[in-house]
């Protein structure tokens, strides 16, 4: 990350980049048992929201084509879009210190993305029951695609499959939180800087924290090298969890590789614009704004056995042999994980 002057995760400054709303540990929301008093800055794990039950499904007294009371699929959607206006207009929620904004993630960005998951991606999950129902756990993964793809549908994999509903709070560069739209959105879905501080601090709240340690390096690097695993920094995501005692649970995507197979790099166009590469794909930049457009591969997500931390002693965290050897061993697993799913891995488009 060290071309666009990222902090590395774990040698961060400590301090962090407040989007919109941060700063205020209780947000807008009320704790008079009427709105959702989900108090965030005093470390309590929020429940998640209640979605309205989809017509047909259990418990909601529909046969498909209602939902309880009767109430036909467009009604239910207006009255839940009607609901959602009604808490932003009257500020009836929550932004915590980071700037995350449940609300607005659950109504409308996991909406956003979860037709590319389902439809485009059509992403298999395997594995996402090796996270821990509950308490601190750092999710390690492979980075690729040229463009930061893979984090989204692993947040939505989690979102979407967990047994227990989990949320996971993704670790970006700071290059994500210089661009303008893009570093607000970030923030209100839950994604902060990759440095040591928020990283214990949201471990510390009970959170399941996403990182890649290849940060730039393996999300651009070459279609020739896809899925060789670079360089897992200098193991500050091993320390981290030491420090927190949660468990590391490697995680392995197969299907990012080949979104934007790229061919080459233009370091002057880079360096001009202040970005770590500029990709050449056989679309872009060649057909325009259509080359940004990324190939519909198969994709798949595995979640391996989570890395127990807990049993070494605090002293642990400033081991370097032992940080070396956990942090090879992680990016071992993910590894090995991946080449058995290219094995299995019957078409790259089926």
């Not at 704790?31 to 499904?57: I, K, M, N, T, Y």
């Not at 109430?71 to 932003?88: K, M, S, T, V, Y």
């Not at 090298?225 to 420090?243: D, P």
């Amino acid at each position: 990350m060290a071309d666009a002057k990222v902090i590395p995760f774990g040698e961060g400054s400590g301090k962090r980049p407040r989007g919109r709303g941060a700063g205020r540990p209780g947000g807008h929301g009320r704790e008079d048992g009427h709105g959702r008093g989900e108090g965030s800055a005093d470390g309590r794990q929020r429940p998640p929201l209640r979605p309205v039950p989809e017509p047909g499904a259990a418990g909601s007294g529909g046969d498909g084509g209602a939902e309880a009371g009767g109430r036909p699929d467009w009604e239910q959607r207006i009255a839940r879009g009607l609901a959602f206006l009604r808490r932003r207009v009257t500020g009836e929620y929550e932004v915590d210190d980071f700037g995350y904004d449940e609300d607005l993630t659950e109504q409308v960005l996991m909406s956003l993305i979860r037709p590319v998951y389902e439809n485009y991606f059509r992403v298999e999950v395997r594995g996402v029951e090796n996270i821990p129902s509950e308490g601190g756990a750092l999710v390690v993964a492979n980075h690729s695609g040229t463009l930061p793809l893979d984090g989204l549908m692993m947040q939505v994999a989690i979102h979407d499959h967990h047994p227990a509903g989990r949320r996971l709070r993704l670790l970006a560069a700071d290059l994500v939180f210089t661009l303008p739209v893009v570093s607000e959105l970030a923030r209100k879905a839950g994604h902060t800087l990759a440095c040591t501080q928020d990283a214990e601090e949201l471990l510390g709240r009970g959170e399941v924290v996403g990182v890649m340690p290849e940060g730039f390096k393996g999300l651009g690097k070459p279609f020739g090298e896809r899925y060789k695993l670079q360089r897992f920094g200098r193991g500050g995501f091993v320390s981290t969890a030491l420090r927190a005692g949660v468990p590391i649970v490697p995680c392995s995507i197969v299907g990012a590789e080949e979104i934007y197979p790229m061919l080459g790099n233009s370091k002057t166009l880079a360096r001009l614009l202040g970005i770590p590469y500029f990709p050449l794909t056989p679309t872009f930049p060649w057909l325009g704004p259509l080359g940004v457009l990324p190939l519909p591969t198969k994709w798949t997500i595995q979640f391996g056995e989570p890395i127990a931390t807990d049993g070494y002693p605090p002293e642990a965290a400033d081991d370097p042999m032992l940080m070396f050897d956990l942090t090879d061993q992680v990016r071992e697993r993910i590894q090995h994980t991946l080449y058995t799913l290219l094995v299995d891995r019957g078409s790259v488009f089926f």
